[in-house]
């Protein structure tokens, strides 16, 4: 199963969404690889990904679990900062991809069932339930209650930088998830997926899992030279004369580059 095909060949985003319509490969490139590795054929147990704001992060973990409890059947769960957040979420974001995205809409027969009670074995406020039997349990780190009592396959961590340290006086919330994961993780079948911006330097909780991880980054292409750059502050310029706006300096050939040639740039770009 390819987490990348399926979302090429799957997703759609409402109306609302800055790019409505089926989901683009070339709109965000660096997101392709880290869908093809989050998906359940890559063997890897764990994703980190380390990003900046409004980056795409939350769509990687909305079509991993959209489609992955559907395609491969079993438990999940999501956990944000705080309760409140997951059920933010839910509102902003996946009920709108579950509904724009065909295969999974419970209102075209798709994989997701629709928000009712625990009577009618349908989807709840705290709870996402598939057709095939896979579901997916929401939690917050600030409430220890959420974390208990449950053997999780698929993990998601959201804004990992927002945990407390402590829930609730029962331990660190995000221990409190991984522990979860035990069962399925002494067979190899378990798979953490962490998204979160960094916050403060020494203490951020995703740069350490970053730091133990193969480390890659995403190099953009300068499109005069092919070199290929991770760039820094340094290679911010200002222009000497108006309009005075920003541009980068590829570091190699000296070539500028402003903010109209990025996506140019991530296309022609690499994971090093």
Not at 19 to 25: L, Q
Not at 96 to 111: E, H, I, N, R
Not at 178 to 186: D, G, I, N
Request: glycine residues 10%; neutral net charge.
């Amino acid at each position: 199963f390819d987490l990348l095909e399926w979302t090429k060949s799957n997703r759609k985003f409402d109306d609302t969404s800055s790019n409505p319509g089926e989901y683009d490969p070339g709109t965000a490139p660096y997101l392709n690889e880290i869908l093809r590795l989050s998906s359940p054929s890559s063997g890897r147990e764990e994703v980190s990904i380390i990003k900046c704001a409004q980056s795409g992060g939350t769509v990687v973990l909305e079509s991993f679990f959209g489609a992955v409890p559907h395609a491969v059947p079993g438990p999940g769960m999501i956990v944000h900062p705080t309760v409140k957040a997951f059920k933010d979420w839910c509102d902003e974001k996946w009920w709108p991809m579950v509904y724009a995205t065909d295969c999974l809409s419970p209102d075209k027969g798709g994989q997701v069932l629709g928000r009712t009670d625990k009577a009618s074995g349908g989807s709840t406020a705290d709870r996402i339930r598939f057709a095939r039997g896979g579901w997916i349990a929401g939690a917050g780190a600030n409430s220890a209650a959420t974390l208990r009592q449950k053997s999780i396959r698929y993990m998601g961590l959201d804004d990992l930088d927002g945990f407390e340290d402590d829930a609730d006086k029962e331990g660190d919330p995000e221990n409190l998830a991984h522990q979860r994961t035990k069962t399925y993780r002494r067979r190899g079948l378990a798979i953490t997926m962490r998204v979160s911006t960094p916050l403060l330097e020494g203490s951020s909780r995703i740069m350490k899992h970053y730091a133990r991880s193969d480390r890659r980054r995403f190099y953009h292409a300068c499109l005069q030279c092919g070199a290929l750059t991770d760039f820094d502050w340094e290679d911010v310029k200002k222009a000497e004369g108006p309009p005075w706006k920003s541009h980068v300096v590829c570091p190699s050939c000296g070539g500028p580059h402003t903010h109209s040639d990025k996506n140019a740039m991530q296309r022609a770009g690499a994971w090093i």
